[in-house]
T-cell receptor
Framework: DADVTQTPRNRITKTGKRIMLECSQT?????MYWYRQDPGLGLRLIYYSFDVKDINKGEISDGYSVSRQAQAKFSLSLESAIPNQTALYFC??????????FGEGSRLTVL | GENVGLHLPTLSVQEGDNSIINCAYS??????FIWYKQESGKGPQFIIDIRSNMDKRQGQRVTVLLNKTVKHLSLQIAATQPGDSAVYFCAEALKTSYDKVIFGPGTSLSVIP
């Protein structure tokens, strides 16, 4: 089983719909992250959380929100999806080192 | 095979040859550098890292070189294998700022059997 699990792996939705991407981890790490990947742009940080009571905006947080329900769970929401949010989304975890452990990604298409 | 900077995002090498993937980083204050490998349909996976107090670090078949003078990082893969085909990302960070890991756009490595 994967240490960092993302659901759904693929989702197609329409403009204006609310979408939630979920992430759970079994690594026991306190730190969790949501990244967005677009072709030619690498990975950009959306939000991150260092523990259950800590939420921080990343580079591109506009249009997104997150919830850290437990140490092992970190969800990303798009309140009203728009086509330019079509991308591949990755959840990641880390411990006190800066090595990131990524999930396998959630591909979101907004029509 | 070798690519220079981020202007050539695709690199093709013959199986068994050595590969060199280059990266120009942006922040002179960055003091921690990481290479990640992303295989098709998967998330990025850590390969090797290097701190700014070093200029070379070796792993299994991989070597990372850091030239702080010209803000340049490279990943050398020895005896490239088909399983090395992937997109490789360099990333830079401040040692004390976990939220400031900046990823490059990536280089796609294709290994020709």
């Amino acid at each position: 089983d994967a240490d960092v699990t993302q659901t759904p792996r693929n989702r197609i939705t329409k403009t204006g719909k609310r979408i939630m991407l979920e992430c759970s981890q079994t690594k026991g790490h306190d730190r969790m992250y949501w990244y967005r990947q677009d072709p030619g742009l690498g990975l950009r940080l959306i939000y991150y959380s260092f523990d259950v009571k800590d939420i921080n905006k990343g580079e591109i947080s506009d249009g997104y929100s997150v919830s850290r329900q437990a140490q092992a769970k970190f969800s990303l929401s798009l309140e009203s999806a728009i086509p330019n949010q079509t991308a591949l989304y990755f959840c990641a975890t880390s411990d006190l080192s800066q090595e990131l452990f990524f999930g396998e990604g959630s591909r979101l298409t907004v029509l | 095979g070798e690519n220079v900077g981020l202007h050539l995002p695709t690199l093709s090498v013959q199986e068994g040859d050595n590969s060199i993937i280059n990266c120009a980083y942006s922040n002179s204050a960055s003091d921690y550098f990481i290479w990640y490998k992303q295989e098709s349909g998967k998330g990025p996976q850590f390969i090797i890292d290097i701190r700014s107090n070093m200029d070379k670090r070796q792993g299994q078949r991989v070597t990372v070189l850091l030239n702080k003078t010209v803000k340049h990082l490279s990943l050398q893969i020895a005896a490239t294998q088909p399983g090395d085909s992937a997109v490789y990302f360099c990333a830079e960070a401040l040692k004390t700022s976990y939220d400031k890991v900046i990823f490059g756009p990536g280089t796609s490595l294709s290994v020709i059997p």
